[in-house]
């Protein structure tokens, strides 16, 4: 099986020693994403709703760069630096996981990167 490294100017650079994303057969195993702005690596909003709005763009950047659609994302692992985020955090995630929602686990309680106040991974199925 082949791996290859997924790069895509359309979401942020990694700030790390990661990459965007690996592509792994007909899969892609995606890296967190925070809110930052792919232009300029700068936090985008101060409220759940502004940044999940971001983390999402840039999740979907990932999965467009890898050549696949929304309805393929088969499993999230979503992070809430406040559970009480949560409702607020579900009502941006639903509009843009649609009705073929993925499988998912949603994590609270913990500081992420650069003050962030949500971060979600992705595995997509590329086939």
């Known amino acids: 099986m082949s791996i290859r490294v997924l790069a895509t100017q359309n979401a942020p650079a990694a700030i790390g020693p990661y990459v965007q994303?690996?592509?792994?057969?007909?899969?892609l195993f995606a890296s967190g994403q925070i809110p930052l702005d792919p232009a300029t690596g700068a936090l985008v909003g101060t409220t759940i709703t502004e940044q999940a709005e971001q983390v999402m763009k840039n999740v979907m950047a990932l999965v467009a760069a890898?050549?696949?659609?929304?309805?393929?994302?088969?499993?999230?692992?979503?992070?809430l630096k406040d559970i009480a985020d949560f409702a607020a955090f579900n009502e941006v995630y639903a509009r843009y996981?649609?009705?073929?929602?993925?499988?998912?686990?949603?994590?609270?309680?913990?500081?992420?990167?650069k003050g962030a106040l949500c971060e979600v991974e992705v595995v997509v199925y590329l086939g």
């Open 97 to 113: 996981v649609g009705e073929a929602a993925p499988a998912r686990s949603c994590v609270g309680g913990i500081d992420l990167p």
């Open 66 to 79: 890898a050549g696949a659609a929304p309805d393929k994302i088969l499993k999230t692992t979503c992070f």
């Open 21 to 27: 994303g690996k592509i792994a057969g007909d899969f």
